[in-house]
């Protein structure tokens, strides 16, 4: 495996509604990983996601990605830059169909053909999402919506994509369809960073992982060492 760091983070400090909910957070993502933040409700986890991706403003720290800082740049800037969120909360346009979903994703795109193919390529990964093209995407189900928001975001081609909570309120056969569906966008190369309250199912699909308690990093390591460690499941595997 490369180790090219593509996403680092620094003592990154953040307040939100007044409390500050990240209090010097380190880690990093190198190329050709499968990364995990886990860590129970209120750990900080959301907050980092979106100070990375520039929806939530720095207090203190820097963020790296690609080797230069990208503090203060917003989602847009950082999407033509190959670097790609699917939020909490799935975010999807939901007035519009599947299909214009999909085709918002490949806004900084002008390849029409390519999108084609790759509106496809996503039909292929979730059939459902191809059976009902034509519906508003706010007409749909929770995890049907988790999916079109993965789809979209891998419409823009990213480099690095950060999922956020992708599990979070779906039937136990969804989370199955969208963790299959993590670990195949992973096998094609894409890098990922997984914020996941569901620490058995994100320590057992990533490379390494980081353990997250009241806004800062408390455990470190291979994921694999993390799922069999005491105190991680005790904490969070109910063990």
Avoid: C
């Avoid at 956020?164 to 969208?178: A, Q």
Wanted: proline content about 3%; cysteine-free.
């Amino acid at each position: 495996m490369t180790t090219n760091i593509l996403l680092k983070v620094t003592g990154l400090k953040v307040s939100y509604g007044g409390i500050q909910a990240v209090k010097g957070v380190d880690f990093e993502v190198r190329e050709g990983e499968l990364v995990s933040l886990i860590g129970s409700n209120g750990a900080g986890k959301t907050t980092t996601m979106k100070a990375i991706t520039g929806t939530l403003p720095i207090n203190a720290g820097d963020i790296e990605y690609l080797g230069h800082s990208i503090r203060g740049q917003g989602p847009w800037d950082l999407v033509k830059q190959g670097l790609a969120m699917v939020p909490e909360g799935r975010g999807v346009f939901t007035r519009m169909t599947i299909t214009e979903n999909l085709q918002m994703g490949a806004y900084i795109r002008d390849d029409k053909a390519g999108i084609a193919s790759d509106i496809d390529r996503i039909f292929t990964i979730f059939p459902r999402l191809k059976e009902r093209r034509d519906q508003l995407a706010g007409t749909m189900s929770g995890g049907e919506q988790q999916m079109l928001a993965m789809g979209r975001a891998l419409m823009s081609r990213p480099k690095v994509l950060l999922l956020d909570e992708p599990s979070m309120g779906l039937s136990p056969i969804m989370v199955d369809k969208i963790f299959e569906v993590v670990k195949d966008v992973y096998a094609q190369g894409v890098t990922v960073l997984l914020v996941e309250q569901n620490a058995s199912r994100a320590l057992g699909i990533a490379n390494r992982a980081y353990v997250m308690e009241s806004g800062t990093v408390t455990m470190s390591g291979e994921a694999q060492a993390l799922l069999h460690d005491p105190k991680v499941r005790a904490a969070y595997l109910g063990e």
